[in-house]
């Protein structure tokens, strides 16, 4: 089955810093792969989401981007961040299969001061 | 666009009962649905997936049923137990991706 390892599990970054999250992905090949963030008290957003090499689609505009530059590897990074990137930051992938559940990472808990 | 709505937002229930959490959509072109749990600070785990030419599916405790005509969704939980206090949602599948509910905070009292 799939392992998906996400980290850092926090971060505490100041406004205008730079941002790079990572997430790999074990156990499957060519996966979909999300990025979500969830803010407080706020349901689950999508970012982002990959279903190849260098396949980005983007949901929300924002100051966020994301990258795929490996098959299991999905990247969010960010120029400058801003304090309303603060939240809880989540990778996921499902296997090719549509008829499999999607797998989460732990999080990272991202706080801009 | 697909819209999910979990109601209630929070739930209080005594150990022993025995539970529904409703989820309703807007959009029935969907290809599955999911409910997941979430632990306070923790990444989600899937518990129940319903291909939507499915009605239902259980594991163990649970059970989770799909009417696509009527736009909703239930998570059945028998005999609840303190340690399924948690943040529970739903998530449809469609267009290559997921959207989730706001999900219900569940809190089983001893």
């Known amino acids: 089955s799939q392992t998906i390892h996400q980290w850092p599990a926090t971060l505490v970054q100041p406004v205008g810093s730079p941002l790079s999250l990572e997430c790999t992905v074990e156990?499957?090949?060519?996966?979909?792969l999300y990025w979500y963030r969830q803010a407080a008290g706020r349901g689950l957003q999508l970012l982002f989401y990959?279903?190849?090499?260098?396949?980005i689609s983007s949901e929300v505009p924002q100051n966020l981007s994301a990258s795929r530059p490996q098959d299991r590897q999905f990247i969010l990074s960010s120029k400058k961040l801003l304090l309303s990137d603060s939240g809880f930051y989540l990778c996921?992938?499902?296997?090719?299969?549509?008829?499999?559940?999607?797998?989460f990472g732990s999080g990272t808990q991202l706080s801009v001061l | 666009k697909q819209e999910v709505t979990q109601i209630p937002a929070a739930l209080s229930v005594p150990e022993g009962e025995n539970l529904v959490l409703n989820c309703s959509f807007t959009?029935?072109?969907?290809?599955?649905l999911q409910w997941f749990r979430q632990d306070p600070g923790k990444g989600l785990t899937s518990l129940l997936l319903?291909?939507?030419?499915?009605r239902e599916q259980t594991s163990g405790r649970l059970n989770a049923s799909l009417d696509k005509s009527s736009g909703r969704s239930t998570l059945y939980i028998a005999a609840s137990q303190p340690g399924d206090s948690a943040t529970y949602l739903c998530?449809?599948?469609?267009?290559?991706?997921?959207?989730f509910g706001t999900g219900t905070r569940l809190t089983i009292i001893p």
């Open positions: 998530a449809f599948f469609g267009n290559e991706k997921l959207t």
């Open positions: 990959s279903v190849g090499i260098g396949q």
């Open positions: 996921a992938c499902t296997p090719i299969s549509l008829n499999e559940k999607l797998f």
């Open positions: 959009d029935s072109a969907i290809y599955n």
């Open positions: 156990g499957t090949s060519n996966p979909n």
């Open positions: 319903i291909q939507s030419s499915q």
